[in-house]
């Protein structure tokens, strides 16, 4: 009884890697954000840019899409080490809304070739799909 209990506290291996690669993304948000790496920040007409749901934002209004993003991810990534619901909920509700603005771009890109939004796609649901997945067979272990 005492080895079950200890061992449901434990955080799963699979959620420590979905941690890990979110602080990577957490890391890609701040390089972005902060322009410390140039090449790092996507700039169009000298203005920051960003995507959300397919659509452009510009200037400060990127800016503080690039803080909100860090703060829901910092989140995430808080409420999966901890095994906390908001990690669960958010992590997923992050996953739905990605392949939503994928899905957008690729309808809103017509100078993108076919091929390349198409493989943008299956990447971006599959990836998702990984990860919903794998909260969802350990949804259980989440206070």
Request: aromatic fraction near 14%.
């Amino acid at each position: 009884m005492e080895k079950s209990i200890s061992q449901n506290n434990k955080r799963p291996v699979a959620i420590t890697v979905i941690a890990v690669a979110f602080i990577l993304w957490a890391l890609m948000v701040f390089l972005d954000f902060s322009e410390i790496i140039p090449k790092m920040s996507p700039k169009m007409n000298g203005m920051s840019v960003n995507v959300i749901l397919g659509f452009r934002v510009f200037g400060i209004h990127a800016k503080i899409t690039d803080i909100i993003q860090l703060i829901l991810i910092v989140t995430m990534i808080y409420g999966l080490f901890a095994m906390k619901k908001i990690g669960y909920f958010l992590t997923f509700a992050y996953m739905i809304y990605a392949v939503v603005s994928t899905h957008s771009w690729a309808l809103m890109a017509i100078s993108t070739p076919t091929r390349t939004k198409l493989t943008y796609e299956i990447i971006g649901i599959f990836l998702a799909g990984t990860i919903c997945l794998v909260l969802y067979n350990y949804r259980k272990r989440f206070s």
